[in-house]
T-cell receptor
Framework: AQTVTQSQPEMSVQEAETVTLSCTYD???????LFWYKQPPSRQMILVIR??????QNATENRFSVNFQKAAKSFSLKISDSQLGDTAMYFC?????????????FGKGTKLSVKP | NAGVTQTPKFQVLKTGQSMTLQCAQD?????MSWYRQDPGMGLRLIHY???????DQGEVPNGYNVSRSTTEDFPLRLLSAAPSQTSVYFC????????????FGEGSWLTVV
């Protein structure tokens, strides 16, 4: 069975600074997808970034980028130029490629606070 | 385009009562799922469906029932509510390759007293 671990329950960062959220996972699969989701106080689940395991290049989306280390089973999220609107829970999630679409396995989340 | 719509948004139930959480999507997605989110936890999969007439269990299926009679709708039934089912419930839908975007509803807050 796959597991996803987020070791930082809470983090804080000053506005405009950079912060990195950690995620490790355990799987015997060779092909899979990894995701970071943002959940603001409204509880809406918002996709931040997605990484295909077969791609060596790290995914980027504007101020968000990942450091994907497949051998180490590590998938960290870097947020550059942090903004007050980045304050939210962040969940790392795993989906195996051969599995049913939509079957995500989530970590317990990291609560990020961006301070002015 | 309404996306994924969940109703009700808030519900209080008494122990032993039954109810149905509704989920509808208008994007013609074949895949639909139900998750629950408890305090301090990420979302956990309850049941999922890969198309009309096909459902299967996820990680935490006990106490819940689903059916998929149409592509658009995927209701979640609580058969006999228990306080342990107090949670926030999310419906999600997607299509095509596993890496495609998964669309989530806004959540349904359920309290069982």
């Amino acid at each position: 069975a796959q597991t996803v671990t987020q070791s930082q329950p809470e983090m804080s960062v000053q506005e405009a600074e950079t912060v990195t959220l950690s995620c490790t996972y355990d799987t015997s699969e060779s092909n899979y997808y990894l995701f970071w989701y943002k959940q603001p106080p409204s509880r809406q689940m918002i996709l931040v970034i997605r990484q295909e395991a077969y791609k060596q290049q790290n995914a980027t989306e504007n101020r968000f980028s990942v450091n994907f280390q497949k051998a180490a089973k590590s998938f960290s999220l870097k947020i550059s130029d942090s903004q007050l609107g980045d304050t939210a829970m962040y969940f790392c999630a795993f989906m195996k490629q051969g599995g049913s679409q939509g079957n995500l396995i989530f970590g317990k989340g990291t609560k990020l606070s961006v301070k002015p | 385009n309404a996306g994924v719509t969940q109703t009700p948004k808030f519900q209080v139930l008494k122990t032993g009562q039954s109810m149905t959480l509704q989920c509808a999507q208008d994007m013609n997605h074949e895949y639909m799922s139900w998750y629950r989110q408890d305090p301090g936890m990420g979302l956990r999969l309850i049941h999922y469906s890969v198309g009309a007439g096909i459902t299967d269990q996820g990680e935490v299926p006990n106490g819940y029932n689903v059916s998929r009679s149409t592509t658009e709708d995927f209701p979640l039934r609580l058969l006999s509510a228990a306080p342990s089912q107090t949670s926030v419930y999310f419906c999600a839908s997607s299509y095509g390759d596993p890496g495609n975007t998964i669309y989530f509803g806004e959540g349904s807050w359920l309290t069982v007293v």
